[in-house]
């Protein structure tokens, strides 16, 4: 079944969740994340219980209770927020006669939804694969047994050939990811020797990011109330001063990220591993409490794709949405989290002066003394080429010399330093 389905009428979902404590912000973004599907989330029910069942994840009685509601509300799917095997996946099709699925099923919809780019459906494609691959054989097996939902089309496989074509069309889907990575990596390559600043945005789905690169650079890319809009980093021209800077916007990030996803996305994920800064945006209309978490996820996940070590501006956006009083509470409130805090409006534009002053303050730099004889004939084009790149902190000309003490991108610096260094030799 489509998890969208095939008329004009939202699928109807029922939401799930056993847990040793009601986890509030858990439930709210399962119903986001049905919501960003387009689906309609009915109902949501609560099991609060040390450990979960072997059988149904809830205990038998909720499970029973599951099945009613299911009914009652003509619910069309069940997202549980909990990891399920895949027997538990059958039993609970079995006992609410529905496509059960979990937390990590439902996020990889939303991105093969989502993806649009051939890279993005490879992607999405190989998480897809990863994901089924350690299930495969009891998946198989259960096919076997009995039709349920969501265990449709899978009898036709014997075990070994079904397990055999995974990992084939893994391999395959793998290198084709590889060659995108190599090609982007060489690009980007090229992009730093030219003297470009790498800045990465990064941060929790639906928090602005893409908002904060169309008004930077005056660009028009989609964006959405809703989670994982873009899954391919795109890549825009910003000038800061004399800085040139390729502003790279990601694939956003959640709580528990599926590993799965992240493997699949490590391309895409590696531009904050490489990047000379790091925005990183978090939404400052949102609960203390809340932030606080997010930005713990955020420090873990830029932390596992090897981000470390990049200086990060903690971008609070969204500033328009509440008052002065609650923002700066929130600034103070999570300090220890919090480097370099901005408060900002993408939308409205509130801040973004200082922002872009603090970029310049964090971008690799390099000074440099350079002396450049007055008379040769290619001083003027190289002087030009300093003024046109670099700061100037101090100058002096005499008849013979042009003593400058420059400051700038270290890569355009050194280029000028060699180009002197030939003239002067
Ligand atoms: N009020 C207000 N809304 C904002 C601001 N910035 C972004 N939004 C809204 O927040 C929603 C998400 O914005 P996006 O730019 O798509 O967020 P994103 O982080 O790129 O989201 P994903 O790509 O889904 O991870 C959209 O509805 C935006 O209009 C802001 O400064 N103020
Ligand atoms: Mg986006």
Do not use: W
């Not at 923002?327 to 900002?344: C, F, H, Q």
């Not at 509130?350 to 303050?361: F, Q, W």
């Amino acid at each position: 079944m489509s998890l969208v389905g095939n008329s004009s009428r939202p699928v109807r979902v029922g939401i799930v969740l056993v847990s040793q404590r009601v986890d509030r912000h858990r439930v709210m973004e399962l119903r986001g994340l049905v919501e960003s599907l387009g689906c309609t989330p009915v109902f949501v029910l609560v099991q609060r219980r040390r450990g979960v069942d072997p059988r149904y994840v809830l205990g038998r009685g909720k499970a029973e209770e599951l099945a009613k509601l299911v009914e009652e509300e003509k619910v069309e799917l069940v997202v549980f927020g909990n990891s399920l095997s895949p027997s538990q996946v059958f039993n609970l099709a079995g006992v609410t006669g529905v496509e059960v699925i979990d937390r990590t099923q439902l996020i990889l919809r939303l991105f093969a939804e989502r993806a649009e780019t051939r890279v993005a459906k490879l992607q999405v494609e190989y998480a897809q694969l990863r994901y089924m691959l350690p299930h495969a054989r009891e998946m198989v097996r259960l096919a076997k047994r009995e039709e349920r939902p969501g265990f449709k089309g899978l009898g036709r496989y014997e075990v070994d050939k079904y397990v055999h074509d995974i990992h084939r069309r893994m391999v395959f889907v793998r290198r084709k990811i590889e060659k995108e990575r190599k090609t982007r990596g060489s690009r980007r390559g090229r992009h730093r020797e030219k003297g470009y600043d790498l800045v990465a945005v990064a941060g929790y789905t639906n928090s602005g990011k893409t908002t904060l690169l169309n008004t930077l650079t005056s660009s028009n890319k989609p964006v959405d109330n809703a989670m994982f809009t873009t899954l391919r980093p795109t890549t825009r021209r910003l000038e800061i001063g004399k800085r040139k800077i390729l502003l790279t916007d990601t694939v956003g990030f959640i709580d528990e990220l599926p590993p799965v996803i992240i493997e699949a996305f490590h391309s895409t994920l590696e531009e904050l591993a490489i990047a000379d800064l790091i925005l990183l945006m978090i939404d400052v209309s949102e609960p203390i409490h809340e932030i606080r978490r997010k930005l713990r996820v955020s420090h873990k996940i830029l932390g596992d794709t090897g981000a470390v070590g990049v200086p990060i501006i903690t971008v609070f956006n969204k500033t328009d949405l509440v008052d002065s009083n609650h923002v700066d509470a929130v600034v103070e409130g999570v300090r220890d989290l919090a480097p370099n805090p901005t408060p900002i409006s993408a939308k409205t534009g509130y801040n973004l002066e200082e922002l872009r002053k603090t970029i310049l303050s964090l971008l690799p730099q390099q000074t440099s003394l350079i002396t450049l004889p007055a008379n040769h004939r290619e001083t003027l084009a190289i002087l030009s080429q300093i003024y046109d790149e670099m700061e100037i902190e101090e100058a002096c000309y005499t008849p013979e010399k042009i003593n400058l003490l420059v400051k700038g991108c270290p890569t355009r610096v050194n280029r000028v330093e060699k180009m002197v260094a030939k003239l002067n030799s």
